[in-house]
């Protein structure tokens, strides 16, 4: 099992850029594709993105609109979400998540992290 810890959250205007990590210890963490989820006050925790194991494949919500870029170094143990032209919409408790790619694009998450808070002002 691997264990994952958020950060990189904050309060931003509308228009700004935030880079959320994702800090990897315990099992293998190149072994798992990893997901970034988002969970909004009153609403579903849903999928942002993920990325498989090696990078070679990346999924996106239809909200993200080409404005937000996953991405990983296994070296490091860990993950990025990169996210540019924020809305007050993406205002958000985001996490990330690992596990197979099925898995993960399913949302069969069964181990959440305190995830980290990003608020985007208006």
């Known amino acids: 099992q691997v264990q994952l810890v958020e950060s990189g959250g904050g309060l931003v205007q509308a228009g700004d850029s935030l880079r959320l990590s994702c800090a990897a210890s315990g099992d293998t963490f190149s072994k798992y594709a990893i997901g970034w989820f988002r969970q909004a006050p009153g609403k579903e925790r849903e999928i942002v993105a993920a990325?498989?194991?090696?990078?070679?494949?990346?999924y996106y919500s239809d909200f993200v609109e080409g404005r937000f870029t996953i991405s990983r170094d296994n070296a490091e143990n860990t993950g990025y979400l990169q996210m540019n032209a924020l809305k007050p919409e993406d205002t958000a408790v985001y996490y990330c998540a690992a596990n197979s790619w099925r898995a993960v694009i399913a949302g069969q998450i069964y181990d959440w992290g305190q995830g980290t808070q990003v608020t985007v002002s208006s």
């Open positions: 990325i498989h194991w090696n990078g070679d494949n990346t």
